[in-house]
């Protein structure tokens, strides 16, 4: 039982302060398999039709200083742009072909727009919809 109540409050506090793309590539190790919630900016947005139909939807996330790649799949993300919360599963992937490579990315399960003051906010994101009323 005390197992179970320690655990719920390290999830809770995983998700109470998201992670920035640099801490978690950082500590890949250790956040491999395990659900994460990261902030950063999203660039890059592409989608792509599945052959059993539904759709993947992949984009950068970064925080200036480093970047890791997203996934998600079925359901389309609000914002393609611009500041987010990204919450899902993070993976590291290692293998040796000729030389040694690794893919790091997220599995997302839900993307949160991070809306900018009005005051702040360009033409463009107005548009779409990232913008404080």
Not at 19 to 41: C, H, K, M, Y
Not at 88 to 93: L, P, S, V, Y
Request: hydrophobic share 45%; net charge positive.
């Amino acid at each position: 039982m005390n197992a179970v109540i320690i655990h719920l409050g390290v999830v809770l506090i995983a998700q109470a302060a998201p992670l920035s793309v640099g801490e978690l590539l950082a500590n890949a190790d250790r956040f491999n398999g395990q659900p994460v919630t990261v902030a950063g900016i999203i660039s890059n947005f592409r989608g792509q039709p599945l052959r059993r139909g539904g759709a993947v939807y992949t984009f950068d996330l970064s925080d200036g200083a480093a970047t890791v790649h997203v996934s998600m799949f079925a359901t389309k993300p609000l914002c393609h742009s611009g500041a987010a919360m990204v919450e899902g599963t993070f993976g590291q992937t290692k293998w040796r072909v000729n030389a040694t490579y690794s893919l790091v990315e997220i599995t997302a399960r839900a993307v949160t727009c991070v809306l900018e003051p009005k005051e702040n906010c360009e033409p463009a994101k107005k548009a779409e919809k990232q913008c404080l009323k």
